[in-house]
């Protein structure tokens, strides 16, 4: 009996492969937290790459500058590929979304058109009582959006939102249960030069 006693004593004082079981533990969240940061890093590399490849090209757009040369037989098309090109390098296996609406000024961008007559002082447009609004998107009816698709024309305020979608970096957004992919936005607001005169919208009343 003494003999199998001492051997028994002899494991519980044996400390080797202590380093591995004590790795095995510490593995999954030290590898969670170095892809979890890497992840987050390269996602906000690829988030500014976007937001100034887009500025870019918001600018060269503005005032039509001759330099401005990208694939695409619109501007819209050369603004894109643009975008593209600057970004994909740092994300290959990207998809884009690119929206170009203009306004007439800065004002309207997220607001209603503006009212010129508002007979019953109720703060809301009311055809019924004929009241009156700038008619910005040239559309022939009151809009709560302004937006116009497009660049526009001279002196127009063109807004430029930027939708990228790709593969997450590394796959531990699976193991917390999140998606593989992640969607970044940019988005830039930059007035047309005033190479011509800029269209007045007309004011319409009852409509």
């Known amino acids: 009996m003494r003999p199998a006693i001492l051997q028994r004593?002899?494991?519980?004082?044996?400390?080797?492969?202590?380093?591995?079981?004590e790795f095995a533990l510490l593995a999954v969240p030290f590898?969670?937290?170095?892809?979890?940061?890497?992840?987050l890093a390269h996602s906000a590399y690829v988030k500014s790459q976007l937001q100034g490849a887009l500025s870019?090209?918001?600018?060269?757009?503005?005032?039509?500058?001759?330099?401005?040369?990208?694939?695409?037989?619109?501007?819209?098309?050369?603004?894109?590929?643009?975008v593209k090109a600057q970004v994909n390098p740092v994300a290959p296996r990207a998809t884009y979304n690119i929206e170009i609406?203009?306004?007439?000024?800065?004002?309207?961008?997220?607001?209603?058109?503006?009212?010129?007559?508002?007979?019953?002082?109720?703060?809301?447009?009311?055809?019924?009582d004929n009241d009156c609004f700038e008619d910005l998107n040239e559309n022939g009816s009151y809009d709560t959006d302004t937006g116009r698709a497009g660049?526009?024309?001279?002196?127009?305020?063109?807004?430029?939102?930027?939708?990228l979608t790709m593969p997450r970096l590394f796959p531990v957004a699976?193991?917390?249960?999140?998606?593989?992919?992640?969607?970044?936005?940019?988005?830039?607001a930059v007035?047309?030069?005033?190479?011509?005169?800029?269209?007045?919208p007309p004011v319409l009343c009852g409509v």
Do not use: H
Request: aromatic fraction near 8%.
């Open 31 to 39: 590898f969670t937290i170095l892809m979890g940061g890497s992840d």
């Open 191 to 200: 007035r047309n030069q005033p190479y011509a005169d800029q269209a007045l």
């Open 151 to 163: 660049v526009g024309g001279a002196n127009d305020v063109v807004f430029y939102r930027a939708t």
């Open 174 to 188: 699976g193991w917390l249960g999140l998606s593989n992919t992640t969607s970044l936005e940019a988005s830039s």
């Open 56 to 82: 870019d090209s918001a600018r060269l757009a503005s005032v039509q500058d001759p330099g401005f040369t990208a694939a695409g037989t619109t501007l819209e098309e050369r603004i894109e590929n643009t």
């Open 101 to 128: 609406s203009n306004f007439y000024d800065f004002s309207g961008i997220g607001n209603p058109e503006k009212l010129m007559t508002d007979v019953n002082a109720n703060g809301s447009y009311d055809a019924a």
């Open 9 to 21: 004593c002899s494991l519980l004082r044996d400390q080797r492969g202590v380093s591995a079981v």
